[in-house]
């Protein structure tokens, strides 16, 4: 059987990264990150990446996919499992493309989860995040306008892209976690995907 993949969209601070977390709890997937996979190699002593990482992260711009997509795919191998959300990936052309050349005969896309959230309410929850000291380079308002931009002319095509297709399950990020997570619930729900079973 083909890994099996969820993609998690949504503007920055939108919750996708809450939100993977309480999914990879309660059911059988694990939660990747493109983000993460990217912070953690540009922190990798002897990364040839690490600068060009740092600078696209801090301007929020998109590293090039051959990059991402070959830490996805090596988080997926390592991880011995079978059922993937990746979260803030696919997020333009380039990453749609790369992926679907590198990865789409090897993997079985089931359908893309993506978190609405009006522009001031992310803002304000990334700038929230980064007083509380996320430690995050790109968790102010320089980096924030910039991301943004770059969601809305990058990463919304591709989610049209990917909705054309039948393929989006469109979940309001506007409320509390718990509430945001039972809707979450209600999608996993209707696609037969079941809580793992507690041992
Ligand atoms: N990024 C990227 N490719 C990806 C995912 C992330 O280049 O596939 C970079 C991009 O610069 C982005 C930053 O990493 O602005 C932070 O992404 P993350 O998903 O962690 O932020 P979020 O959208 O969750 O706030
Ligand atoms: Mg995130």
């Given at each position: 059987m083909l890994p099996e993949v969820v993609f998690v969209l949504g503007a920055?601070?939108?919750?996708k990264g809450t939100q993977c977390s309480f999914i990879a709890k309660e059911y059988d997937f694990v939660h990747l990150s493109a983000g993460d996979l990217l912070r953690e190699e540009r922190q990798?002593?002897?990364?040839?990446?690490g600068e060009m990482i740092e600078e696209k992260i801090r301007n929020g711009q998109i590293v090039p996919v051959e990059v991402t997509c070959s830490l996805i795919h090596k988080a997926m191998m390592n991880s011995g499992k079978s059922r993937f959300l990746i979260d803030g990936f696919p997020r333009n052309k380039d990453n749609l493309e790369g992926w679907e050349r590198a990865m789409s005969d090897k993997t079985k896309l089931l359908f893309i989860l993506f978190f609405e959230c009006s522009r001031d309410l992310c803002t304000e929850r990334c700038l929230g995040r980064g007083a509380a000291g996320s430690g995050r380079s790109d968790d102010n308002l320089e980096s924030l306008q910039k991301r943004f931009n770059t969601y809305l002319h990058d990463t919304m095509p591709i989610i049209k892209h990917y909705d054309r297709k039948g393929l989006v399950r469109k979940i309001n990020a506007e409320v509390c976690p718990e509430d945001v997570f039972d809707c979450v619930k209600k999608v996993f729900r209707e696609a037969g995907l079941e809580k793992r079973i507690a041992n």
């Open positions: 920055p601070g939108a919750g990798r002593p002897g990364s040839e990446y």
